[in-house]
């Protein structure tokens, strides 16, 4: 009688053992997999933003003056035979800037050198104005305008915009 309790209380013990690693088991793995989920969660499965660099079109395409290309919100300048890129985008809070043009040209000091400009960039949504070339001079943005690197696409000839690559505001393609 005595081996028989013996042996029923050592079973005893190891079913309780047994079902406690069990429970712990269940435990950690069920932290395992919401840790999983969350950090999961913190990477996108698709990425929906359209390409930082695209085709614009030929150089002929384009009028002398500006072009706004509205689903870009990027201003591009022909004079000549030079073209270069200012974005419409504020950088005060992200609204698209509109352009103006001025009555008469008109020459400003911007950064230690002279420019004339033409028309300049005002922010509807909160009254930040730009000059001709994206420097901000009045309102609540924080820095000019992006200007973006431009160049001809050496398979079919179309002008290329990178919106990845900011470049600074003297640089013009020539073609």
Do not use: W
């Not at 400009?117 to 000019?144: I, L, M, R, V, W």
Request: aromatic share 10%; charged share 20%; hydrophobic share 35%.
């Amino acid at each position: 009688m005595k081996s028989l309790k013996l042996l029923a209380g050592k079973e005893g013990s190891s079913r309780r053992t047994f079902f406690r690693r069990l429970g712990l088991g269940a435990l950690f793995a069920a932290l395992a997999g919401q840790a999983y989920a969350l950090l999961r969660s913190l990477v996108p499965n698709v990425l929906y933003e359209q390409p930082q660099k695209f085709k614009i079109g030929t150089p002929s395409e384009f009028p002398e003056g500006v072009t706004f290309l509205e689903d870009r919100r990027v201003y591009v300048f022909r004079d000549q035979n030079t073209f270069h890129t200012v974005s419409a985008v504020c950088t005060h809070l992200g609204c698209t800037v509109k352009m103006v043009n001025l009555n008469q040209p008109r020459k400003v000091a911007v950064g230690g050198r002279e420019i004339e400009e033409a028309q300049e960039f005002h922010c509807p949504c909160h009254g930040s104005k730009y000059y001709g070339d994206g420097t901000n001079y009045a309102g609540p943005a924080p820095k000019p305008l992006a200007c973006f690197q431009m160049e001809v696409s050496p398979d079919d000839g179309q002008l290329q915009i990178d919106l990845g690559q900011t470049v600074g505001r003297d640089v013009r393609l020539s073609v």
